[in-house]
């Protein structure tokens, strides 16, 4: 089965999707595409490559103007869970997780309405702090003028910027294969999974992992504190 992100509205109703699949003996699969983006994946191997050495810091910028919402019902909180941490910050969030290859363990926010589409969330900062003293952080703004949408992951031995187009590391530029989109490579993972009877890469289990982070954004922003994963 392939759902789309962010998988449900909260960590509770994402866990009894898993463990439904789970207990029928089906595969479960999140369609968390920046995985399959060309230039994410290409980051992946180079990290798991020791090209940047042990990551310790992941900055994220994920800037730019929302004019307008693609349905009306994304204008209702209680049904689609927020504006950016559902569509945008399951992405952000994900891809940290996934390039990292860990979970947090503490989680803390700030996070701030505004805006005349939504009474959803549009500004605000995720930060996240790992084993091995690394951290990460994301910062966004559905409001900005200006677009800004990238990584910068630094290293112990490098550091290394991504975005949806271009890859570098410590400013030279790395190429990749551009001749597949991300959706395509979704399906395709979807299809071989299938095919070879297997998990697929992005499983249940990962997308409730994004969700109780998400889950954790929102309480840290309204008690105004720090918590645990």
């Given amino acids: 089965?392939?759902?789309?992100?962010?998988?449900?509205?909260?960590?509770?109703?994402?866990?009894?999707?898993?463990?439904?699949?789970?207990?029928?003996?089906?595969?479960?699969?999140?369609?968390?595409?920046?995985?399959?983006?060309?230039?994410?994946?290409?980051?992946?191997?180079?990290?798991?490559?020791?090209?940047?050495?042990?990551?310790?810091?992941?900055?994220?910028?994920?800037?730019?103007?929302?004019?307008?919402?693609?349905?009306d019902w994304r204008r209702d909180v209680d049904a689609c869970g927020g504006l950016y941490l559902p569509l945008f910050g399951s992405h952000d969030v994900d891809a940290m997780l996934w390039l990292l290859d860990t979970a947090p363990i503490t989680v803390d926010a700030r996070i701030r309405a505004g805006s005349d589409l939504s009474d959803g969330d549009v500004e605000g900062w995720i930060g996240l702090t790992f084993e091995d003293e690394a951290v990460g952080a994301i910062a966004f703004s559905l409001r900005s003028k200006e677009t800004i949408q990238g990584s910068l992951i630094v290293g112990a031995e490098g550091t290394m910027r991504v975005e949806r187009n271009r890859l570098s590391v410590d400013g030279e530029p790395v190429s990749f294969d551009h001749s597949k989109g991300a959706l395509e490579r979704q399906m395709e993972e979807f299809v071989s999974a299938i095919v070879d009877s297997r998990a697929p890469s992005v499983p249940g289990t990962d997308g409730v992992r994004t969700m109780c982070v998400l889950d954790l954004a929102r309480a840290s922003s309204e008690q105004q504190k720090s918590l645990m994963f």
């Avoid at 995985?35 to 020791?50: C, M, N, T, V, Y």
């Avoid at 042990?54 to 693609?70: D, G, H, K, M």
Wanted: glycine content about 8%; some cysteine.
């Fill in 1 to 71: 089965m392939l759902v789309g992100k962010p998988m449900a509205l909260n960590e509770d109703e994402a866990r009894k999707m898993a463990d439904v699949a789970d207990k029928h003996g089906r595969n479960l699969m999140v369609g968390q595409s920046r995985r399959f983006l060309p230039s994410d994946q290409k980051a992946k191997r180079l990290i798991e490559d020791g090209r940047i050495g042990r990551p310790i810091n992941y900055a994220r910028q994920t800037c730019f103007w929302v004019e307008r919402l693609s349905t």
